[in-house]
């Protein structure tokens, strides 16, 4: 995610008095805003479907790395012994 630091970094007092131009511009570029309080970073403003993408990225992996320590630890099946159980407990054809 790439950040503009001369746009992007907004005090909590320009936040109050350019709302509405902050939030457009956040939408606008779909980077985030950071918000500074007494001139240190304290909070970040992110659009919503950038936000939505990023958790669903980091689930994702969280689910990969579960699964690559499964592997790492031999707690694996053959992929044909599970499809055929998976297809005679679900009561699937083909």
Do not use: Y
Not at 49 to 66: A, D, G, M, T, Y
């Amino acid at each position: 995610m790439s950040l503009s630091i001369s746009e992007d970094i907004k005090s909590v007092s320009e936040l109050k008095k350019k709302t509405n131009e902050i939030f457009r511009q956040m939408h606008h570029t779909g980077r985030p805003i950071i918000v500074t309080v007494n001139g240190k970073p304290d909070a970040v403003l992110l659009d919503v479907e950038v936000f939505e993408k990023k958790l669903r990225s980091l689930n994702l992996s969280i689910l990969l790395v579960e699964a690559e320590n499964d592997v790492k630890e031999g707690r694996t099946r053959d992929a044909q012994d599970f499809m055929k159980e998976f297809k005679e407990g679900a009561k699937v054809s083909g």
